[in-house]
């Protein structure tokens, strides 16, 4: 074992406020302590999302995953093209910290796993010869529903400009499991036991980035209130409502304040053993979606490659 889930993402933004309003928006929960912004789901005690406010442009400060044989991996990280680094400043000195060919920043760190979620109530469809729902309703009032809050952070989408050594580090150093690909443009992998289909994807890109958290909430239904709430507050881009061909997920995502995503997804394919799961390398037309609306422009823009070269401003955050 190696990798087991994703834990958190770091960004440096120019200002913590514009973020804060659009992740509680979305349902997180905010502490905030002067320019630094930690983010949670409810009922977490651990933050998801970190926001460092000070510097010039957003930019990925770093991700973190929950992991064992810690050991093991910092063994393996040199010979994978990757490098053991130093805490960075005003981060602890705990864990093992890595980058990755590319230079990404990852944090790796022993933590014991997340409780269980509590059972939802099913989403029964009726469908022909199949009939669950009798002599009621499947859907309320629109008053009769409180505001769609995310139960976890389930995924990190980041762009890389050489997926495949990226794949290679993740698989080969970190343990995790290549779980689908659309040829060299996008890849998605997973922990190799009892793991959401993805928990780390990468998508070319002339640069290093972070283009999407996805938070799972309990169904379709709630997949398409939250997205329609998030967007009407955020005021920005949106695609969805939708549902991927790879990783079979509902979704719709809502632009941030600086052009990267958020995503609630519901019912994503679990790979309870990789080692009996076939990848498959997808033709691009099934790289996005099997249905859904035209996607947006700039949905794979890299808004951190068009700032690449400036240097991030030095800043001290206790993180």
């Known amino acids: 074992m190696a990798v087991l889930g994703a834990l958190s993402l770091t960004l440096e933004v120019p200002d913590v406020v514009p973020g804060v309003a659009f992740y509680t928006d979305a349902g997180l929960v905010a502490d905030i302590e002067g320019q630094v912004a930690r983010l949670r789901c409810e009922g977490q005690d651990r933050e998801s999302v970190i926001l460092l406010g000070g510097y010039p442009k957003k930019r990925l400060h770093h991700i973190s995953l929950r992991a064992d044989d810690l050991d093991g991996i910092a063994g393996r990280v040199a010979a994978q093209g990757g490098e053991v680094v130093s805490a960075p400043a005003g981060f602890a000195d705990n864990g093992l910290w890595v980058t ?19 059972e ?3 989403f029964e469809v009726n469908a022909p010869g199949r009939l669950l729902r009798k002599r009621r309703s499947a859907v309320l009032p629109r008053t009769a529903y409180t505001p769609v809050r995310p139960l976890r952070l389930g995924h990190i989408l980041v762009f890389s400009p050489d997926v495949d050594s990226s794949v290679a580090f993740v698989t080969s150093a970190l343990g995790m499991g290549l779980a689908d690909r659309a040829q060299d443009v996008i890849a998605f992998t997973c922990a190799r036991k009892d793991s959401d289909h993805h928990v780390v994807a990468f998508a070319k890109s ?3 980035g972070f283009h999407h958290a996805s938070f799972q909430v309990c169904d379709p239904d709630e997949v398409g209130r939250g997205g329609r709430a998030l967007l009407a507050k955020a005021g920005r881009g949106d695609w969805g409502f939708g549902r991927h061909t790879i990783g079979s997920n509902f ?10 995503w958020f995503e609630y997804y519901s019912d994503m394919d679990h790979i309870d053993d990789h080692a009996l799961w076939t990848p498959t390398n997808y033709a691009m037309e099934d790289s996005l979606a099997s249905w859904g609306p035209e996607v947006p422009h700039d ?3 890299n808004y951190e490659a068009d700032a690449a070269g400036q240097p991030s401003a030095p800043a001290s955050h206790a993180a």
């Open 251 to 260: 979704f719709h995502y809502i632009q941030d304040p600086w052009g990267s």
């Open 120 to 122: 939802a109530t099913p």
């Open 299 to 301: 949905f794979v823009h």
């Open 206 to 208: 002339p640069a290093v």
């Open 100 to 118: 990755d060919p590319n230079g990404m920043l990852i944090h790796l760190s022993e933590q014991p796993a997340d409780p269980e979620l509590a």
